[in-house]
């Protein structure tokens, strides 16, 4: 039996949840879809400046999982930008940090 996901906390709730390339119609594009989690540890990581271990305590997740989550985001982040996809963010097993 799988073990259940632990919730994932964050700090900071997108309002904005949808990027796509200019010029292109929607209905042309492929999607890439970015859970929350992912977003928040991108977030951290490369806007905040934060070390690995200290991101990791502010989502309540260990190191090596949140370095999981910012390998995976920045490989769907890449891929969009280079395969000119648009970016959804949704989703993800988070809870909002109060």
């Known amino acids: 039996m799988v073990r259940p996901r632990l919730f994932r906390r964050i700090a900071f709730s ?3 949840t949808y990027f796509k390339p ?11 879809i970015l859970p929350v ?3 928040e540890a991108v977030r951290l990581k490369d806007l905040e400046g ?12 260990s190191q090596p999982t949140f ?4 390998l995976s985001a920045r490989k769907k982040i890449a891929d969009a930008i280079v ?5 959804k963010i949704e989703g ?3 809870y909002q940090k109060k």
């Open 37 to 39: 989690d992912e977003f």
């Open 83 to 87: 395969n000119g996809k648009a970016i």
């Open 92 to 94: 993800g097993a988070v």
């Open 50 to 61: 934060l070390e690995q271990e200290a991101c990791a305590r502010k989502m309540n997740i």
């Open 67 to 70: 370095h999981r989550l910012v």
């Open 22 to 32: 200019r010029g292109v119609p929607l209905r042309e594009l492929e999607e890439v």
């Open 14 to 16: 997108p309002h904005i």
